[in-house]
């Protein structure tokens, strides 16, 4: 079968904005003062969904594993080691203006730029297009230290987290148990000052990475490199990505960084095309031979009968991207009995609510008296909802709208026989369940396997 070449789905790029904004997962950032272009602040349910994301990232990356420690550096590092690690000389995009319409480009992205004047023309197509030579444009952002801001003062905000493992190597080494091959995995913010970022949470300056470093014996360096990329396609398609929306792309020979002797990244067929997902790089020693250098400091992994500066493999991916991806993939339109809902179809560990409480009449003291120690029960093991407003259908939308699997609905039967209803957002099936038992069901149900669609 050939690879998909247009996403299939009634998602666009918009309408998930849309979705986000209404529902409060995302909000365009400092919205009163009229937006800062493509910054985002995330609301309670976005809040909630890339916790979800990271979480299980760190579950499959370290707490399920043996070999993997956490990490958590500073975001502003002594400015030597971007010196080191090649960033000062060479961490830029080609930069082009247009001299005519203003407009800035990345030479790199012509292709899917539109004209300032004519947007279904690209930079450069019209008469009228005068567009400058490409320039390096350092992509990391300045900042000082101390009260005087001189040559000396000067520092970067991270545009990775990567860095700040490898300087870690060695009280990292020194303090814990490891030995090669054992990673370092850290979640963060990043900074980069993209020329053009741009749809909606893909490409921002301000960004969270999940970013893991494996230090490997240089003859393993290859078979780790494979193992990674087929765990972390893994990692996505367990959580529910659509697999004829996921790949791996191989970087051809002349799109590799300095640093790296293989790349693959993982693509998601995003509305906007095949897009980067995640880059797993084979970064050989260029880091800790690097950084070894420039400090002084030999970072090397010294065993009983052997010595050797371990070779990396990188896995590095962005917690916002990831969001994306999972809200994208999830979100879903369709007529149930002549009306239209909208539908996150979210794997359970990552929807923002796991389970809505809903007495079927908010006023009925009642079905209030059984809702209410429900939820307060589930509440404690799981994210839960208590929702008493607005007629059920209302209700239902709206939990269908933020991606909650399961609503518990508490009727005039429960005060008969003990009995609730639980409802599936997916099938939209309901079957009555004992009161009693539903804890230990939905617990059940999120260790279970996920079926998506
Ligand atoms: P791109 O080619 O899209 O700019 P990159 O190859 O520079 O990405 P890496 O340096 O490999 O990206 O970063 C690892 C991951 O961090 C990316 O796969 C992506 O998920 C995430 N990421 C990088 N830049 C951004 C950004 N500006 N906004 C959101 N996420 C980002």
Same mark, same amino acid.
């Given at each position: 079968m050939g690879e998909l070449e247009v996403y299939e789905g009634t998602a666009t790029i918009e309408k998930v904005a849309a979705l986000g904004r209404r529902r409060g997962f995302v909000y365009p950032s400092s919205d009163i003062y009229g937006g800062l272009g493509s910054a985002y602040d995330y609301g309670?349910?976005?809040?909630?969904?890339?916790?979800?994301?990271?979480?299980?990232?760190?579950?499959?990356?370290?707490?399920?594993?043996?070999?993997?420690?956490?990490?958590?550096?500073?975001i502003i590092l002594h400015p030597q080691v971007w010196v080191a690690s090649g960033h000062v000389g060479g961490f830029s995009d080609p930069l082009v203006?247009?001299?005519?319409?203003?407009?800035?480009?990345?030479?790199?992205? &012509? #292709?899917?730029?539109?004209?300032?004047?004519?947007?279904?023309?690209?930079?450069? $197509? /019209? *008469?009228?297009?005068?567009?400058?030579?490409?320039?390096?444009?350092?992509?990391?952002?300045?900042?000082? &230290? #101390?009260?005087?801001?001189?040559?000396?003062?000067?520092?970067?905000?991270?545009? $990775? /987290? *990567?860095?700040?493992?490898?300087?870690?190597?060695?009280n990292v080494t020194s303090s814990l148990r490891v030995k090669p091959p054992f990673g370092i995995a850290q979640i963060g913010?990043?900074?980069?000052?993209?020329i053009t970022p741009g749809n909606f949470l893909f490409r921002t300056r301000e960004f969270e990475q999940m970013e893991m470093e494996f230090f490997v014996p240089p003859a393993e360096s290859v078979k780790w490199y494979e193992y990674w990329i087929a765990e972390r396609r893994?990692?996505?398609?367990?959580?529910?990505?659509?697999?004829?929306?996921?790949?791996?792309?191989?970087h051809d020979p002349?799109?590799?960084?300095?640093?790296?002797?293989?790349?693959?990244?993982?693509?998601y067929l995003f509305p906007i095309g095949w897009s980067?997902?995640?880059?797993?790089?084979?970064?050989?020693?260029?880091?800790?031979?690097?950084?070894?250098?420039?400090?002084?400091?030999?970072?090397?992994?010294i065993g009983h009968e052997e010595r050797y500066v371990p070779h990396v493999i990188e896995p590095a991916?962005?917690?916002?991207?990831?969001?994306?991806?999972?809200?994208?993939?999830?979100?879903?339109?369709?007529?149930?009995?002549?009306d239209e809902r909208t539908v996150l179809r979210l794997h359970p560990r990552l929807a923002p609510v796991k389970v809505a409480v809903l007495p079927l009449i908010g006023k009925d003291d009642g079905l209030v008296g059984h809702a209410r120690p429900l939820y307060e029960e589930l509440r404690k093991v799981m994210s839960a909802e208590y929702d008493d407003s607005a007629s059920i259908g209302k209700r239902y939308r709206r939990q269908d709208e933020i991606g909650t699997p399961w609503a518990l609905t508490?009727?005039?039967?429960?005060?008969?026989?003990?009995?609730?209803?639980?409802?599936?957002r997916d099938s939209l099936a309901q079957e009555r369940i004992p009161i009693d038992g539903a804890r230990a069901l939905l617990e059940d149900r999120l260790r279970q396997p996920w079926q998506p669609r």
């Amino acid at each position: 079968m050939g690879e998909l070449e247009v996403y299939e789905g009634t998602a666009t790029i918009e309408k998930v904005a849309a979705l986000g904004r209404r529902r409060g997962f995302v909000y365009p950032s400092s919205d009163i003062y009229g937006g800062l272009g493509s910054a985002y602040d995330y609301g309670h349910y976005g809040v909630l969904l890339k916790q979800n994301v990271k979480a299980e990232w760190q579950r499959a990356m370290v707490q399920e594993r043996d070999d993997i420690v956490m990490l958590d550096s500073a975001i502003i590092l002594h400015p030597q080691v971007w010196v080191a690690s090649g960033h000062v000389g060479g961490f830029s995009d080609p930069l082009v203006d247009c001299r005519t319409c203003k407009h800035r480009y990345r030479a790199d992205h &012509i #292709g899917d730029a539109a004209c300032g004047r004519r947007p279904s023309k690209h930079p450069g $197509e /019209t *008469a009228d297009c005068d567009l400058t030579e490409a320039r390096a444009f350092n992509l990391m952002f300045e900042t000082s &230290i #101390g009260p005087v801001r001189d040559e000396g003062s000067l520092a970067y905000l991270r545009p $990775e /987290t *990567a860095q700040g493992i490898f300087i870690n190597f060695k009280n990292v080494t020194s303090s814990l148990r490891v030995k090669p091959p054992f990673g370092i995995a850290q979640i963060g913010k990043s900074f980069r000052n993209e020329i053009t970022p741009g749809n909606f949470l893909f490409r921002t300056r301000e960004f969270e990475q999940m970013e893991m470093e494996f230090f490997v014996p240089p003859a393993e360096s290859v078979k780790w490199y494979e193992y990674w990329i087929a765990e972390r396609r893994r990692w996505y398609l367990d959580l529910g990505l659509r697999d004829t929306h996921l790949r791996v792309r191989p970087h051809d020979p002349d799109e590799l960084s300095h640093y790296s002797s293989g790349t693959s990244d993982l693509e998601y067929l995003f509305p906007i095309g095949w897009s980067e997902l995640e880059g797993i790089a084979n970064r050989g020693d260029f880091d800790l031979t690097a950084h070894a250098e420039a400090s002084g400091t030999k970072l090397e992994w010294i065993g009983h009968e052997e010595r050797y500066v371990p070779h990396v493999i990188e896995p590095a991916a962005g917690a916002d991207r990831a969001t994306l991806a999972f809200l994208v993939d999830a979100y879903d339109e369709e007529e149930v009995g002549g009306d239209e809902r909208t539908v996150l179809r979210l794997h359970p560990r990552l929807a923002p609510v796991k389970v809505a409480v809903l007495p079927l009449i908010g006023k009925d003291d009642g079905l209030v008296g059984h809702a209410r120690p429900l939820y307060e029960e589930l509440r404690k093991v799981m994210s839960a909802e208590y929702d008493d407003s607005a007629s059920i259908g209302k209700r239902y939308r709206r939990q269908d709208e933020i991606g909650t699997p399961w609503a518990l609905t508490i009727d005039h039967q429960t005060l008969e026989d003990g009995t609730v209803t639980i409802r599936d957002r997916d099938s939209l099936a309901q079957e009555r369940i004992p009161i009693d038992g539903a804890r230990a069901l939905l617990e059940d149900r999120l260790r279970q396997p996920w079926q998506p669609r």
